[in-house]
Each structure stands twice: as structure tokens, then as C-alpha cells.
């Protein structure tokens, strides 16, 4: 079975500041990764996945992730946290062959600060 | 236009009613979700469905039941409400591909007294 953790269920950080969301991953088999971004009083929004090509993954808004199997992890950061950054952020995890099963994380709420 | 719509938005209800949850989709996709948002636990899958004829049961599907009406409709149904099915409600779409990008709907705040 395969499951994620997001260490932090809040993350604060300056405008301005990096952006580190946590994810580790357990997985049998290689799996696929993503990041969706939750706005207030929205559905989820994919930022970006890794289906086992490159390594670093670019996403929209300015954020990427390095799938890092060594470490089991799939972080996600951004180099400038902007106010309009402010959202709860999912990692999700599915299995090769398990089409279409994702698991959540718990959610990382970021809050960006002036 | 949005591409995955859901009714209603919001709806309150008491302790032993029906109530039905709706998910529409323009994306032709073949695949349909419907997942439960609980602060502190992310999203959970009740039922999914990979075509018309096919629905299937996900993590937490006691208390719901679902029907696909069409390629497109994909509805959730509490036949007798409980407190503890006070969430956020999901609907998402996929195509039939690998990578199984969701698209996601706007939710339905459910809430049952």
C-alpha cells in the first residue's frame, strides 16, 4: 500500500523567503507523485508531478520538487514566497498500474506573512 | 465555464435525511471521484467510477452510496445523514491515461445537525 506524510500541518514564512513544504512517500513500487494547491473556498489545482522522468519537477507558479528516492521524499519549494502563495498544499502518491488510486497527505497550510 | 461543476454548493440538513450531491463535467472524461475533506486529514476517496458501468467502493464508503448516470454525472447520496458526515465534499475527474491527473470541482460544505 502506499501512503504520504507532510511534516507541518502550518508552515509560516515571510514574503519574500524560501518556500519548503515536506512530503516523504512509502511506496512498494516506483510511484507517481504530485502537488495540488488548495485556495480558500476552491477545489484542488495540480502544481506538478513526477511520472519518472526528470528528477526536478518545474510546476506552475514558481514551484518545483525533487523526487529524491534515496530519501523517499518529493519536497516541494519555491525560492520567493509571494502573499498570493497562501494555500493548503496536498502531496498525493498512486502506484504504476493502480490507474487512478491517489492517496493524500494531510495537507500543509502555508501562510505567508509581510 | 467551469469543467467540473457540483450542487450545491452548501447544504444543511438534520440527522436521518437524504441527501444527494451532484458532480457535472464537461472534460468528456471517462473517470469520476468523489473524495471527503476532514481538517487534519486531507482528502479521502468514498467511490470512483472508470466508466458508466463500473463504480467502485474507495476508503471510506460506508454510509454513501453512488450512481453514474451518464458519462458526464456522477452523484453521491447520504440515505440517512449523520453528524459525522459533516465535510467538505470533492468531485474530480481523470482521463483514462498513466499519469491520472485529477481535475477538481468546487466542493459541496455538507453539514448535518
Known amino acids: 500500500a502506499q501512503s504520504v506524510t507532510q511534516l507541518g500541518s502550518h508552515v509560516s514564512v515571510s514574503e519574500g523567503a524560501l518556500v519548503l513544504l515536506r512530503c516523504n512517500y512509502s511506496s512498494s513500487v516506483p510511484p507517481y507523485l504530485f502537488w495540488y494547491v488548495q485556495y480558500p473556498n476552491q477545489g484542488l489545482q495540480l502544481l506538478l508531478k513526477y511520472t519518472s522522468a526528470a528528477t526536478l519537477v518545474k510546476g506552475i507558479n514558481g514551484f518545483e520538487a525533487e523526487f529524491k528516492k534515496s530519501e523517499t521524499s518529493f519536497h516541494l519549494t519555491k525560492p520567493s514566497a509571494h502573499m498570493s502563495d497562501a494555500a493548503e498544499y496536498f502531496c498525493?502518491?498512486?502506484?504504476?498500474?493502480?490507474?487512478?488510486?491517489?492517496?493524500f497527505g494531510t495537507g500543509t497550510r502555508l501562510q505567508v506573512t509581510l | 465555464d467551469a469543467d467540473v461543476t457540483q450542487t450545491p454548493r452548501n447544504r444543511i440538513t438534520k440527522t436521518g435525511k437524504r441527501i444527494m450531491l451532484e458532480c457535472s463535467q464537461t472534460?468528456?472524461?471517462?473517470?469520476m471521484y468523489w473524495y471527503r475533506q476532514d481538517p487534519g486529514l486531507g482528502l479521502r476517496l468514498i467511490y470512483y467510477s472508470f466508466d458508466v458501468k463500473d463504480i467502485n467502493k474507495g476508503e471510506i464508503s460506508d454510509g454513501y452510496s453512488v450512481s453514474r448516470q451518464a458519462q458526464a454525472k456522477f452523484s453521491l447520496s447520504l440515505e440517512s445523514a449523520i453528524p459525522n458526515q459533516t465535510a467538505l465534499y470533492f468531485c474530480a475527474t481523470s482521463t483514462s491515461g498513466r499519469y491520472n491527473e485529477q481535475f477538481f470541482g468546487p466542493g459541496t460544505r455538507l453539514t448535518v445537525l
Open positions: 472534460k468528456g472524461h471517462d473517470r
Open positions: 498525493a502518491v498512486t502506484l504504476t498500474g493502480t490507474a487512478s488510486k491517489l492517496t
